[in-house]
């Protein structure tokens, strides 16, 4: 469900704010194309003003094409709540998981909604993408006297989209007696339980002029000014590794920074964790920054036996001092062992959290074909999409890992 009915006074455009375009298309069609981009298929409801309903229609019918049949356009309420009460209402029958997205975060990446919904799925209850709050945060009273300073360690910026089990949400819906600020907030005053999964600085909110200015670079179009715009970068990892044999003493098996205990584990300099080092290496290329084995060579002794968490960690920092950020990962393990898919969520949720981006997971075999069929091993096949400053990529030297 997109909530677009708002009226974005604080944008301060003259017309409400999904209406209001960057770089030549609307806010409402720019979150479309996101959620379009998702290769599982959704029936979207767009919540939209009762006065803009035809011009709602028009601009959700270009921008999803030939899947315009999954859109449907409906009349929002006074507030947001009665809004998203009556995208609800909307929802076909058989629709189990709900994702409530606000229009005004429409650069949030595919993988934010394939995450989340991903999460709702396995986990049965309320999910919300968020990010660390990373602002001193100070309490002050009604004359701006500082009181005390917060502790922002246990705070986290909500984002958007939100996802819920269907029949929870429409009976939280159901009880509310008051307006909340977010649908989480009215689905945890039910007594249902919530869950925070990591966001994407992509997905900012579009409130004031400032942030419709910094949409306009991002999407391109804000050369003119002479601040470089953001360039999306992708970038490929692949790494394969032996499992140890049967009569060789080897840790347990470790992949995506969790343990799986009975699992033979992985040959390696480090802890063998081929979906870290997958997704090292994606990161990496995708930034011009070199590649694991340059950056993390086999002849450092502290690397010895390292966790794969100190990889992420390190090609994170690497990331941000290029001022690169990451926009989302995907992760597909090849091999017969272990069984991912029972834990994917788990790995989905810590991966993500180390990176600070979201982080999608699937698992596949090769039918009995090559090493891994013969479960000799598995391979690991990661893309990161990064954004940075537009310049020339930095120049490593690669090293065969």
């Known amino acids: 469900m997109v909530v677009a009915a708002g009226s974005g006074s604080r944008l ?39 006065a ?9 019918s270009t921008a999803a094409g030939h899947a315009a049949r999954h859109v449907t356009v409906v009349a929002g309420g006074e507030t947001r709540q009665q809004s998203v009460a009556r995208g609800l209402e909307a929802l076909a029958p058989d629709i189990t998981t709900v994702l409530v997205h606000d229009t005004a975060r429409c650069f949030t990446p595919a993988a934010q909604f394939e995450l989340v919904a991903a999460a709702v799925e396995t986990l049965g209850h309320g999910i919300v993408p968020g990010l660390p709050v990373s602002d001193t945060i100070k309490r002050v009273d009604e004359h701006g006297a500082v009181l005390d300073t917060v502790d922002r360690s246990e705070l986290v910026a909500m984002q958007t989209p939100q996802g819920f089990p269907r029949a929870e949400l429409d009976a939280a819906y159901a009880s509310a007696e008051v307006d909340h600020t977010d649908d989480a907030a009215l689905f945890a ?37 002479g601040a470089p715009p953001a360039l999306p970068r992708v970038g490929l990892g692949i790494d394969v590794h032996a499992f140890a044999p049967a009569d060789e003493a080897a840790p347990p098996l470790r992949l995506g920074t969790l343990d799986f205990p009975g699992e033979p584990g992985l040959v390696g300099h480090s802890d063998g964790d081929a979906v870290a080092h997958a997704i090292v290496d994606a990161l990496l290329s995708a930034a011009g920054e070199g590649d694991i084995g340059s950056r993390f060579g086999t002849s450092d002794p502290q690397h010895a036996g390292a966790s794969g968490v100190v990889f992420l960690e390190g090609a994170r920092r690497i990331l941000d001092g290029a001022g690169a950020v ?37 698992a596949t075999t090769t039918d009995g074909l090559g090493f891994t069929g013969r479960t000799e091993g598995l391979a690991v096949f990661a893309t990161a999409v990064v954004t940075l400053p537009a310049g020339p990529p930095s120049s490593h030297d690669g090293a065969a890992k």
């Open 12 to 50: 301060a455009q003259g017309r409400p704010k999904a209406f209001v375009e960057v770089a030549g298309r609307s806010i409402l069609e720019w979150s479309l194309r996101g959620i379009l981009r998702s290769p599982e298929p959704y029936q979207i409801v767009v919540v939209a003003p009762e």
């Open 52 to 60: 803009l309903l035809g011009e709602a229609r028009a601009l959700s």
């Open 189 to 225: 005053a039910a007594g249902r339980r919530v869950t925070v999964v990591a966001g994407s600085h992509e997905a900012f909110k579009i409130t004031t002029p400032w942030d419709l200015q910094r949409a306009e670079l991002l999407a391109g179009e804000g050369a003119a000014t």
């Open 326 to 362: 990451i926009g989302s990962v995907v992760v597909q393990v090849v091999g017969n062992r272990p069984r991912v898919a029972k834990r994917r969520v788990e790995m989905q949720r810590e991966l993500s959290r180390i990176l600070n981006a979201p982080v999608s997971v699937s």
